[in-house]
């Protein structure tokens, strides 16, 4: 690990003028995926910021029924608070899946939607990865590819996002909070928050340079069965080959999205109107384009499995 700096910030405003002023500053929060990085050199910050003492760590009510989620908001806390539990179970039941206890009591609501890849490319320094240096190229085409990006992928990038809650938080249609250095707020549709990689894989979220995530929204309960249907290697601590969320009412209708599959969860509301006519429908719109490699071929007929898994579940 190489050396850096470190101080604790005060209040929000303060911790992000920090880290955009200072070239290699970085925010610290858990720290359950950077100082894993940093251990092996893959990440390299020159300064950290430990966001920790700031107050938000909080669950509230909003004033149409929804949810503000504190960035600093623990995933057990997240999991196991009763609204969620009542109104948002897919969020409970992704976080639930998403990691070991462990780390569930120190990863944030922020970090998690923050986490990096986990494409063996971008972890093994001595392999090109335009993710962790631009314009080394990227040892992941041609390579193995087993775990990686069927669409939405690029030339210079074929990784995935990694994580689980943020695939829920897809169907929810949350809300990403965040403050600058000036003292600037603005509103991400989740949708909008993870980027494609196209030309720039090395930029995963539309965050500015200091931009401090300072709270996720939820919208009022959408109702109907929620699910959430994880396909990984073995039964634990896993990250997904496929995931589904879902939202199921009475009527068939409803929403899905999908993890482990590209570079933010992937979404496609065209394709959630061909609910009634099945998961193959569904699926076949929904990645309709994809570019998959010989060796994760196999996701797409793997998500139609898990949707219709779920759909099954739904009528029960």
């Not at 109107?273 to 994809?290: E, I, N, S």
Request: aromatic share 6%; charged share 20%; hydrophobic share 40%.
């Amino acid at each position: 690990m190489k050396a850096f700096t470190y101080e604790r910030a005060k209040d929000p405003v303060e911790a992000a003028r920090i880290v955009a002023s200072r070239p290699g500053a970085r925010f610290l929060a858990g720290g359950t995926n950077l100082l894993d990085l940093m251990k092996i050199e893959v990440e390299t910050p020159t300064h950290l910021v430990d966001v920790q003492d700031l107050a938000l760590d909080k669950i509230e009510g909003t004033q149409d029924g929804g949810l503000r989620i504190g960035a600093l908001v623990s995933n057990t806390d997240l999991a196991a608070d009763e609204r969620v539990r009542r109104d948002y179970g897919v969020l409970t039941r992704s976080i639930v899946a998403g990691a070991s206890g462990q780390l569930r009591n120190k990863a944030s609501t922020a970090g998690n939607l923050l986490q990096r890849t986990r494409c063996p490319y971008f972890y093994d320094t001595n392999m090109p990865c335009n993710k962790r240096t631009p314009g080394s190229g990227c040892a992941a085409i041609g390579g193995a590819s087993r775990q990686l990006g069927v669409i939405g992928v690029s030339d210079k990038c074929i990784a995935t996002f990694p994580g689980d809650m943020a695939v829920a938080l897809r169907v929810l249609d949350a809300t990403v909070e965040t403050v600058d250095g000036q003292g600037q707020r603005r509103s991400i549709a989740i949708a909008d928050f993870h980027r494609l990689w196209g030309d720039h894989p090395e930029q995963d979220t539309v965050l500015a340079p200091g931009e401090l995530v300072t709270s996720v929204t939820l919208p009022p309960p959408l109702g109907g069965k929620h699910f959430y249907e994880k396909v990984r290697d073995r039964a634990s601590y896993a990250f997904a080959l496929v995931s589904v969320a879902a939202v199921i009412r009475p009527d068939g209708a409803g929403r899905v999205a999908f993890g482990g599959v590209a570079p933010r969860p992937w979404r496609v509301e065209a394709a959630e109107a061909l609910l009634p006519q099945g998961a193959a429908a569904v699926t076949a719109r929904a990645f309709q384009g994809a570019t998959p490699t010989k060796d994760n071929a196999f996701k797409l007929p793997l998500a139609t499995r898990a949707l219709a898994s779920i759909l099954s579940d739904a009528k029960a």
